[in-house]
């Protein structure tokens, strides 16, 4: 039979989306769905985070601690997440730490790279300068060397951020998958693939992935008053020779 016929004769009487089914778990399965997904994603972020700065810390001070603790988390990384995912079933069941042990994992891959870098990025001449001041190495953590460094960490935690909203589906395999639930419900319906979950799946992941970016650039610009300082300085030195250099040119007119 030719393409054509085969796609003309297969049924469409299924549309790719039925609204009347969101609308009838929208405040059931897709809620709890979505909320669990919440969990799932940014709890492993905060505990990365938590672990992240003392270490990345650490190896920031002691330069030779970085790279067995670099090659201890891109170990991690590199492990299947279902994988990783049936390890710790045997230990906690199937249960939320089943998801959010290995994810706060593989968070640390890039997260500690980002503390390290991001305090590597102080210049030497800004520490001694605190010193100068009186700061303490306390006093100068807080006061100058993480507020410059937090454009460079808040980068990592948006890539972990994101990255733990899209793996969290992976869980569904086990059981535990908030949005990737929607997705097998989907491919398990009876009578074959059920287009609508999944869907509704996809697209909510996209939609916090981008709303979560987007907050935590908004915590960075909070963070940092001083980048739009400078960038509006340098907008302002801009336009101020522009003025002049037309002001010549009318001039020479």
């Known amino acids: ?6 796609v003309a004769a297969a049924p469409d009487d299924e549309p790719l989306i039925r609204w009347d089914w969101i609308s009838r778990n929208l405040d059931g399965q897709i809620a709890e769905a979505l909320r669990e997904h919440l969990i799932l994603s940014f709890t492993p972020v905060l505990l990365g985070l938590a672990i992240a700065l003392p270490v990345g810390l650490a190896c920031a001070r002691y330069r030779r601690l970085y ?10 990384y590199a492990i299947p997440a279902i994988g990783l995912f049936v390890i710790f079933v045997a230990f906690t069941g ?21 503390v390290v870098d991001g305090l590597r990025s102080v210049p030497e001449h800004v520490r001694r300068s605190a010193e100068a001041m009186g700061f303490g190495p306390l006093r100068r953590l807080v006061r100058v060397e993480l507020p410059i460094a937090v454009p460079v960490v808040m980068a990592g ?22 949005l990737g639930q929607l ?26 992935a981008l709303a979560a970016d987007l907050l935590l650039l908004l915590v960075q610009r ?21 003025r ?4 010549r040119e009318v001039a020479r007119t």
């Open 1 to 6: 039979m030719p393409l054509g016929r085969a």
């Open 67 to 76: 790279p067995p603790v670099l090659a201890a988390t891109s170990v991690l």
């Open 94 to 114: 199937i249960t939320y730490p089943a998801v959010i042990v290995p994810l706060s994992l593989y968070t640390l891959s890039v997260l500690v790279p980002s």
């Open 157 to 178: 935690l948006r890539v972990a951020t994101v990255a733990n909203i899209s793996l969290v589906s992976v869980g569904a395999l086990i059981g535990i998958g908030g």
């Open 183 to 208: 997705m097998v419900t989907g491919m398990k319906w009876p009578g074959g693939g059920f287009t609508t979950p999944i869907i509704v799946a996809i697209a909510l992941i996209i939609a916090l």
């Open 222 to 242: 909070l963070l940092t008053p001083w980048q739009r300082a400078g960038r509006a300085d340098r907008t302002g030195r801009r336009g101020r020779s522009a």
């Open 244 to 247: 002049r250099a037309a002001e």
